[in-house]
Every structure is written in C-alpha cells, then in structure tokens.
C-alpha cells in the first residue's frame, strides 16, 4: 500500500495468498482503528497510511 496506494483488494489477497474477503475485514479493522484512510472515488481512489 506503501508503495502502490491504488493496489485493489484483489491484487492485495492474490500479493498475500489470502482471500478478498479476508482483506476487506482487514482493511475495514484497520480504517477504524485510525492507520489507513481511502481518499477519493471507490474505484479509483487510494489508500494513505496515517500511523
């Protein structure tokens, strides 16, 4: 995400040999708890790490 902040989930789950679904809960874990953001439109936005 660092690296490439327009990475989808299906890039991230096939990157890490996990499943979509499994990357959607993580993202949204992640995005509660304050350390990553998704900026601008769902299918073209980008992902910013805050902490």
Do not use: C, F
Request: net charge positive; hydrophobic share 25%; no cysteine.
């Amino acid at each position: 995400m660092e690296n490439n902040p327009q990475v989808t989930r299906k890039e991230l789950a096939k990157k890490l040999d996990r499943t979509e679904d499994s990357i959607r809960y993580y993202l949204r874990k992640m995005t509660k708890q304050g350390i990553i953001k998704h900026e601008g439109p769902t299918k073209s936005g980008k992902w910013v790490i805050i902490k």
